[in-house]
T-cell receptor, first 114, second 113 residues
Framework: SQQGEEDPQALSIQEGENATMNCSYKTSINNLQWYRQNSGRGLVHLILIRSNEREKHSGRLRVTLDTSKKSSSLLITASRAADTASYFCATDAVSNFGNEKLTFGTGTRLTIIP | GAGVSQSPRYKVTKRGQDVALRCDPISGHVSLYWYRQALGQGPEFLTYFNYEAQQDKSGLPNDRFSAERPEGSISTLTIQRTEQRDSAMYRC???????????FGPGTRLTVT
């Protein structure tokens, strides 16, 4: 079953512009993690944000979390051609069984136009 | 340091054969996860271990799938009597503990002909 839903499904912007992707989820979470996947390649971990955090930064990346709205956003500033990839949010849901699995959304396909 | 490694990177097998996929986690990581990813989709959870104990196997599709991690390090995912619908990218991840970052390996692309 899907927990996270990314929006938009696809996004094309000019190099140098900022890109914002959103993720909505359904249940309470321990944390939310963002990943990047280049075409046909591995999943690269970007940022983990915990349920008691509201914002985190890493280089050109900024992630926000609103647990009241069950949503998160990933902002990439000053985009580069190398940022072209699919971006996934993944939730670590609170569970009575202590489960640690991540549930992924379907991803946002980001294309940076040189 | 070295990341998560998986072998083989590509596996083509005939329907009905058994396959074993290997995962070597980041050194010292106690938690190890298996996921399966279809083209154009996000990974889907299969099973996970803390040390050598299999904590949750609720994502394994059926009893042809099994996994083990006997010494709490390397893990093997075994698929018996493979079927064409088993074709997918199988990804392994490891974590330093519960509810921490999960780092993924490069995956094994399985094709069942």
């Amino acid at each position: 079953s899907q927990q996270g839903e990314e929006d938009p499904q696809a996004l094309s912007i000019q190099e140098g512009e900022n890109a914002t992707m959103n993720c909505s989820y359904k249940t309470s979470i321990n944390n939310l993690q963002w990943y990047r996947q280049n075409s046909g390649r591995g999943l690269v971990h970007l940022i983990l944000i915990r349920s008691n955090e509201r914002e985190k930064h890493s280089g050109r990346l900024r992630v926000t979390l609103d647990t009241s709205k069950k949503s998160s956003s990933l902002l990439i500033t000053a985009s580069r051609a190398a940022d072209t990839a699919s971006y996934f949010c993944a939730t670590d849901a609170v569970s009575n069984f202590g489960n640690e699995k991540l549930t992924f959304g379907t991803g946002t396909r980001l294309t940076i136009i040189p | 340091g070295a990341g998560v490694s998986q072998s083989p990177r590509y596996k083509v097998t005939k329907r009905g054969q058994d396959v074993a996929l290997r995962c070597d986690p980041i050194s010292g990581h106690v938690s190890l996860y298996w996921y399966r990813q279809a083209l154009g989709q996000g990974p889907e959870f299969l099973t996970y271990f803390n040390y050598e104990a299999q904590q949750d196997k609720s994502g394994l599709p059926n009893d042809r799938f099994s996994a083990e991690r006997p010494e709490g390090s390397i893990s093997t995912l075994t698929i018996q009597r493979t079927e064409q619908r088993d074709s997918a990218m199988y990804r392994c991840a490891s974590s330093s503990g519960p509810h921490y970052e999960q780092y993924f390996g490069p995956g094994t692309r399985l094709t069942v002909t």
